[in-house]
C-alpha cells in the first residue's frame, strides 16, 4: 500500500450534505492495549449509532495513526465502521491531532468521508460548527505552533516518505513528550479559550457549536459581546480497567441530547 503523494489535510471535504438523524463522537483513542475501549466502541456501532444516519467523528478516533500503511494494525477498527457504512448509513471523520494522518486509503477502506476542521453543517433548520477544537486551544502557543506545522501539507508529505517504524517511533516519542508536558499545564492552558470559539461561530454564522478534544464534556451557553451561541464538548473515551468513560450527542426531532455510556 503506497502513499499516493496526496497530504492527508488536502484529502478532507469542506462541505457536509444536510444530517438527518446524526450521532457524533469523539477522542476515543483507540489502540490495540485498549481492548475495553474498542469493545466499547464496538458495541455502540451496533447497539447506539445504528439508531442513526450519520455517525461523525470529530478527531482523535485514534489514540495515533502514522499514517494509511498503518492501517493493518486496525482490521477490527476498520471492518466495525465498514461494516456500519454497508448498513446504508454514512461516516464521516475529522481528524484529531493525534490522527491527522488520516487519508484516502482509511476512506476507500471503510467507506468514511473525511471532512475539514472546522466544517458547517445543517441539522434540520439548525446551522452547526464542528470541530476537533484544538484549534481553539489558543493560550497553549507552543502547541499551536506544533500543529500549525503538523497541518502543513509540506510537512505532512515528507513525513509520509518515512517508514512506517519511522514514524510509528516518532509519534511514540511525541505522546510521551506531551503526556510529560501536560502534566505541568494548567486547566485553563488545555481548554478552549471562549472568545476565540464566538468569533469563529460568528463568522461561520452559527449558533451551535460541537467539539472534543478537551477531555470537559458540557452544555455551555456563552454570552460573548452579545453573541449568544451553545458549545457542545464531547466526551473522550475511556474503558480500561473497570472505568466507564465515553458518550455521545444525538440531534433527533429539533434537540441535542447527551448519552453517556456504561
Ligand atoms: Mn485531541
Not at 495513526?65 to 477490527?76: E, M, N
Not at 476542521?117 to 506544533?146: M, N
Amino acid at each position: 500500500m503506497s502513499f499516493d503523494g496526496i497530504a492527508p489535510i488536502n484529502s478532507c471535504v469542506k462541505q457536509l450534505p444536510a444530517l438527518g438523524k446524526p450521532v457524533f463522537i469523539a477522542d476515543l483513542h483507540l489502540s490495540n492495549d485498549k481492548q475495553a475501549t474498542k469493545e466499547a466502541f464496538f458495541q455502540f456501532l451496533r447497539r447506539d449509532a445504528i439508531k442513526f444516519n450519520e455517525l461523525i467523528i470529530l478527531g482523535d478516533l485514534f489514540e495515533f495513526w502514522a499514517g494509511d500503511d498503518h492501517i493493518d494494525a486496525f482490521p477490527d477498527i476498520i471492518n466495525a465502521l465498514k461494516n456500519y457504512r454497508l448498513l446504508g448509513k454514512s461516516l464521516y471523520a475529522m481528524h484529531g491531532n493525534r490522527d491527522f494522518l488520516l487519508g484516502k486509503v482509511f476512506e476507500k477502506q471503510t467507506g468514511a468521508i473525511l471532512i475539514s476542521d472546522p466544517v458547517v453543517t445543517y441539522a434540520g433548520h439548525e446551522r452547526i460548527l464542528l470541530s476537533h477544537g484544538d484549534e481553539w486551544c489558543t493560550l497553549d502557543k507552543d502547541y499551536q505552533q506544533f500543529r500549525s506545522t503538523l497541518r502543513n501539507p509540506d510537512v505532512q508529505v515528507s513525513i509520509l516518505q518515512e517508514k512506517l517504524k519511522h514514524r510509528i517511533d516518532l509519534a511514540n516519542s511525541l505522546r510521551d513528550q506531551s503526556k510529560d508536558e501536560n502534566t505541568h499545564k494548567s486547566y485553563e492552558l488545555m481548554d478552549v479559550v471562549v472568545h476565540d470559539v464566538a468569533r469563529a461561530a460568528r463568522q461561520a454564522n452559527v449558533a451551535t457549536v460541537i467539539h472534543g478534544h478537551t477531555h470537559k464534556p458540557a452544555h455551555h451557553t456563552h454570552v460573548n459581546d452579545d453573541f449568544r451561541f451553545d458549545r457542545w464538548v464531547l466526551p473522550d473515551w475511556d474503558f480500561e480497567n473497570g472505568k466507564t468513560r465515553g458518550g455521545y450527542l444525538s440531534y433527533e426531532g429539533g434537540f441535542l441530547h447527551f448519552e453517556r455510556l456504561s
